[in-house]
């Protein structure tokens, strides 16, 4: 059974930084594109980055330039480096692990399995 832990989340002031991650365990991590969600209160689970199996990245528009996937397969966990942060980015986020194998995607639907979620919170 796959499992995903993510931690890092908080309180800051806006401009400030936070690092997320998310711990895997129960697949083979390294053969497996990873992606962060978000959602915020009244609105639609949203892509916010992915990391391929092999470490290419992808940005939604709203945080190109200010946050930073990556991996480390060692640990089997993701990151997100999240810097300049705004009072919209006050969300819960998911790391989430994609349907197939050597695969990534935007969609929410097409991830099987999600964490827990960690609730971040920029205050103005």
């Known amino acids: 059974q796959v499992q995903l832990v993510e931690s890092g989340g908080g309180l800051v002031q806006a401009g400030g930084s936070l690092r997320l991650s998310c711990a895997a365990s129960?697949?083979?991590?390294?053969?497996?594109?990873m992606g962060w969600f978000r959602q915020a209160p009244g609105k639609e689970r949203e892509f916010v980055a992915r990391i391929t199996w092999s470490g290419s990245t992808y940005y939604a528009d709203g945080v190109k330039g200010r946050f930073t996937i990556s991996r480390d397969n060692a640990k089997n966990t993701v990151y997100l480096q999240m810097n300049s942060l705004k009072p919209e980015d006050t969300a819960v986020y998911y790391c989430a692990v994609p349907i197939r194998k050597f695969y990534t995607s935007i969609y929410p639907a097409e991830y099987d399995v999600w964490g827990q979620g960690t609730q971040v919170t920029i205050s103005s």
């Open positions: 129960g697949r083979s991590f390294s053969i497996y594109g």
